[in-house]
């Protein structure tokens, strides 16, 4: 079943219409959703609407079952959608605003060799709302209003693979820009994916203004083969081709992410092999450490390899930095919570 969520204002005003009501009380629905406030919380809508609409949607697309707080501020939600599917999301708090992390899949088709969110597959593509929804709730947890704002900033990097759910994606990134509601800018959104490089052109042709992040993990297709199974359909010369033409078309700095893993990527053969493949690019490296998951295996790469590849990367004037890690102590990495909470229950 859809909630309030799902649908746009103008989806609101339609529906409005149709349940004989008059044209204002589209403003009162449509407030109400972005607030995430349930039907039994609503005091300003007759009953007889709030029946008419409760038959047809949900009022809220997902519920909050599990909050598991960080000692670096971060938190971890376990989101319950209307099916009983579990997704997870986390909320990090920096100096400039707080960023939301959210799932854009039940699971992720895209098998990563380190990612614990492809290990049971994909189960199914989130809705729009289901997305919103995340976002919305993790504002309101957080004292936030659509007002007076909590969640600045957005990145879709929880589970799932983006770029596999593009209609729900696009329409979720236009919902939670859009001006009368939460009006998070598209400038503080960044969308995280695996490199579907016919998407991502597609996405520049779209004409959002969305930060696009890629998950590169490696500089040849020999090496990268090995962790990301997609590289085989779309090798990094797309990647990178696609890459460039995103830039073109947004003006959009690209942000390669690069998570090291001992004795995969992370010598300095393959800092110099990256610095070659980017050399020239606009762009900027995310160097994140690996998160052990256990049916996985792989280890992270240990801390002076890590400073070692850094630092081949900036005398090489590659744009750098080591991304801090949030939410160790708390399964923080995409994947981990959720199969941890299905294993245990
Ligand atoms: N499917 C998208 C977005 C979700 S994954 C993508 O591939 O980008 C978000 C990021 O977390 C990706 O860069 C992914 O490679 C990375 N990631 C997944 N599992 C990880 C782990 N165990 N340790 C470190 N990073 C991981």
Same mark, same amino acid.
């Given at each position: 079943?859809?909630?309030?969520?799902?649908?746009?204002?103008?989806?609101?005003?339609?529906?409005?219409?149709?349940?004989?009501?008059?044209?204002?009380?589209?403003?009162?629905?449509?407030?109400?959703?972005?607030?995430? +406030?349930?039907?039994?919380?609503?005091?300003?809508?007759?009953?007889?609407?709030?029946? =008419? @609409? %409760?038959? #047809?949607? $949900?009022?809220?697309?997902?519920?909050?079952?599990?909050?598991?707080?960080?000692?670096?501020?971060?938190?971890?939600?376990?989101?319950?959608?209307?099916?009983?599917?579990?997704?997870?999301?986390?909320?990090?708090?920096?100096?400039?605003?707080?960023?939301?992390?959210?799932?854009?899949?039940?699971?992720?088709?895209?098998?990563?060799?380190?990612?614990?969110?492809?290990?049971?597959?994909?189960?199914?593509?989130?809705?729009?709302?289901?997305?919103?929804?995340?976002?919305?709730?993790?504002?309101?947890?957080?004292?936030?209003?659509?007002?007076?704002?909590?969640?600045?900033?957005?990145?879709?990097?929880?589970?799932?693979?983006?770029?596999?759910?593009?209609?729900?994606?696009?329409?979720?990134?236009?919902?939670?820009?859009?001006? +009368?509601?939460?009006?998070?800018?598209?400038?503080?959104?960044?969308?995280?994916?695996? =490199? @579907? %490089?016919? #998407?991502? $052109?597609?996405?520049?042709?779209?004409?959002?203004?969305?930060?696009?992040?890629?998950?590169?993990?490696?500089?040849?297709?020999?090496?990268?083969?090995?962790?990301?199974?997609?590289?085989?359909?779309?090798?990094?010369?797309?990647?990178?081709?696609?890459?460039?033409?995103?830039?073109?078309?947004?003006?959009?700095?690209?942000?390669?992410?690069?998570?090291?893993?001992?004795?995969?990527?992370?010598?300095?053969?393959?800092?110099?092999?990256?610095?070659?493949?980017?050399?020239?690019?606009?762009?900027?490296?995310?160097?994140?450490?690996?998160?052990?998951?256990?049916?996985?295996?792989?280890?992270?790469?240990?801390?002076?390899?890590?400073?070692?590849?850094?630092?081949?990367?900036?005398?090489?004037?590659?744009?750098?930095?080591?991304?801090?890690?949030?939410?160790?102590?708390?399964?923080?990495?995409?994947?981990?919570?959720?199969?941890?909470?299905?294993?245990?229950?």
């Amino acid at each position: 079943m859809l909630s309030l969520q799902d649908l746009d204002y103008n989806e609101i005003k339609e529906l409005i219409k149709e349940l004989g009501q008059p044209s204002f009380r589209a403003d009162q629905v449509f407030d109400m959703a972005m607030k995430d +406030k349930d039907y039994a919380e609503v005091t300003n809508l007759p009953k007889s609407l709030i029946a =008419g @609409l %409760a038959e #047809r949607y $949900r009022a809220r697309a997902v519920e909050v079952i599990a909050e598991y707080r960080s000692r670096d501020g971060s938190v971890k939600y376990l989101y319950r959608l209307f099916d009983g599917n579990i997704v997870e999301g986390v909320f990090m708090p920096h100096d400039y605003g707080n960023t939301v992390c959210i799932s854009t899949q039940v699971g992720c088709r895209m098998g990563c060799a380190f990612c614990a969110s492809g290990i049971g597959g994909l189960a199914r593509n989130l809705t729009a709302g289901e997305m919103l929804g995340q976002v919305l709730a993790a504002n309101r947890l957080n004292g936030g209003t659509p007002k007076k704002r909590t969640v600045t900033n957005i990145v879709l990097m929880g589970s799932g693979e983006p770029l596999d759910n593009y209609e729900n994606v696009i329409k979720f990134i236009k919902a939670v820009s859009f001006g +009368k509601g939460i009006n998070i800018s598209q400038r503080n959104i960044s969308l995280s994916t695996v =490199g @579907l %490089a016919d #998407r991502i $052109r597609q996405l520049a042709d779209d004409g959002l203004n969305i930060i696009l992040t890629i998950s590169l993990h490696a500089p040849t297709d020999e090496k990268r083969n090995a962790l990301i199974p997609m590289n085989r359909k779309y090798p990094i010369k797309d990647i990178i081709g696609a890459a460039r033409y995103y830039f073109e078309k947004t003006g959009r700095r690209i942000i390669f992410e690069y998570t090291l893993a001992e004795g995969k990527n992370s010598d300095a053969e393959s800092a110099e092999e990256l610095s070659r493949l980017l050399k020239g690019l606009n762009c900027h490296v995310n160097l994140i450490k690996l998160n052990y998951v256990k049916e996985k295996g792989l280890k992270s790469a240990n801390d002076d390899s890590v400073k070692e590849f850094l630092s081949i990367l900036q005398k090489n004037k590659i744009s750098a930095t080591l991304r801090r890690s949030m939410g160790q102590d708390i399964e923080g990495a995409c994947g981990q919570l959720r199969r941890k909470y299905l294993g245990e229950s």
